[in-house]
């Protein structure tokens, strides 16, 4: 069955996510000097899993709370970590192969509807395309705002599924995350594939549950090519 929509993950799959969390601690609490940036970004997980496990709250909300809570985990001293982590979201990187991935398989598959499934706010995510894609825009997109839910819930892929009308295996998911993206695309019986990005320890007993594996989005064509035929 020939592959008609593909939906990505945006932050930690098209956006660098890592350098982002990292520059925006960085610079708003120079006493971060002295933590490496595992810690930093182990803190940073800790922190935004306990603020995500209540009700639904805006992503920019989740942040600052996060935001406060590595500050104070630390004794960083920076009443701006809070709201730097939001306000510098729009200016995280993308992967160097994000754009032109996009853009040729966009080029190459006129007919696949591509779309992204982000755990943020539409107004975030609609600063990093303005800043981050250049002229790449997705056929639709599907935030945490719009659902008022945070993957690994199922909101995100079941809206997906009723916009798009299509059967879910003619769909491929590519993301980062197992346990964010990967398993609840896979429960739904979507095609996946995981995107090998960073913190391959934690993330490499479980890339079987993926039905296939790249290291960069320059790879998708190849893949995408091999699913038409």
Same mark, same amino acid.
């Given at each position: ?31 971060? !000097? ?5 810690? /930093?970004l ?10 995500l496990?209540?009700?639904y %709250? ?5 942040l600052?709370?996060?935001? #406060?809570?590595?500050? #104070?985990?630390f ?13 510098? /979201? ?13 853009? &040729?398989?966009? @080029? ?6 591509i779309?992204?499934?982000?755990? !943020? ?8 395309? %303005?800043?981050?894609?250049?002229e ?6 599907? &935030?945490?705002?719009?659902? %008022?839910?945070y ?5 995100h ?9 299509? *059967?879910?295996?003619?769909?491929l *998911?590519?993301?980062?995350?197992? #346990?964010?993206?990967i398993?609840?695309?896979r ?9 090998? %990005?960073? #913190?391959?320890?934690?993330?490499l /007993?479980?890339?079987?549950q993926?039905?296939? /594996?790249i @290291? ?14």
């Amino acid at each position: 069955m020939n592959t008609k929509v593909v939906t990505f993950d945006c932050y930690g799959t098209l956006i660098d996510w890592d350098r982002g969390v990292l520059s925006a601690v960085r610079s708003s609490c120079p006493a971060s !000097i002295f933590l490496d940036d595992r810690t /930093v970004l182990q803190a940073f997980d800790q922190a935004e899993a306990i603020e995500l496990s209540g009700c639904y %709250r805006p992503y920019q909300d989740v942040l600052a709370g996060t935001g #406060r809570s590595i500050a #104070r985990k630390f004794n960083l001293g920076s009443s701006e970590l809070a709201s730097a982590l939001s306000t510098s /979201v729009g200016g995280w990187p993308a992967f160097d192969d994000t754009v032109s991935a996009l853009t &040729t398989v966009r @080029d190459a598959f006129p007919s696949l509807r591509i779309g992204i499934l982000s755990n !943020i706010d539409t107004d975030l995510l609609q600063k990093t395309m %303005r800043q981050q894609f250049g002229e790449f825009r997705p056929d639709f997109t599907i &935030t945490a705002e719009s659902v %008022r839910s945070y993957k690994p819930g199922l909101a995100h892929f079941e809206k997906m599924l009723a916009t798009v009308g299509c *059967h879910p295996s003619e769909i491929l *998911h590519v993301a980062q995350s197992v #346990r964010h993206d990967i398993v609840p695309g896979r429960r739904l019986g979507l095609q996946t594939c995981w995107v090998r %990005r960073r #913190r391959l320890g934690a993330e490499l /007993v479980r890339n079987a549950q993926s039905d296939h /594996v790249i @290291d960069t989005l320059g790879e998708l064509h190849s893949l995408l090519e091999g699913m038409q035929e």
